[in-house]
């Protein structure tokens, strides 16, 4: 397990960005729990922590990918215009198991 951060980092109901053995992981503390994902979107590499979150979910700010930040899950993809733009759709984010002790947030990486 890797530390990533303190458990103070991140606010509730939000989500932070960080670097963890040169990976980009967003953090996100939803009601006190602690989730990691993947910080770069699989549609076109958006930094997703510069998103906003709603509802555990994070949204790109590149093309508005949502993802379930506690799952990983894509919750809504792209729409047809960008998908047809850019040739890609997106899909969902890995997910990393996190422990919490002591205030700080590991991660499994
Ligand atoms: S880069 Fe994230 S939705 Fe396009």
Do not use: W
């Amino acid at each position: 397990m890797e530390k990533v951060c303190k458990t103070t980092d991140v606010a509730k109901a939000a989500m932070k960005g960080f670097i963890v053995k040169e990976k980009q992981i967003l953090v996100a503390n939803i009601d006190g729990q602690f989730f990691a994902v993947e910080a770069l979107c699989p549609h076109m590499n958006g930094y997703l922590p510069s998103g906003k979150i709603e509802n555990g979910e994070a949204i790109c700010p590149v093309h508005r990918a949502r993802y379930d930040v506690k799952t990983g899950k894509l919750v809504k993809n792209v729409d047809m215009l960008v998908k047809m733009a850019t040739g890609h759709s997106a899909k969902d984010l890995k997910v990393y198991t996190v422990k919490v002790e002591g205030g700080d947030v590991f991660i499994d990486i």
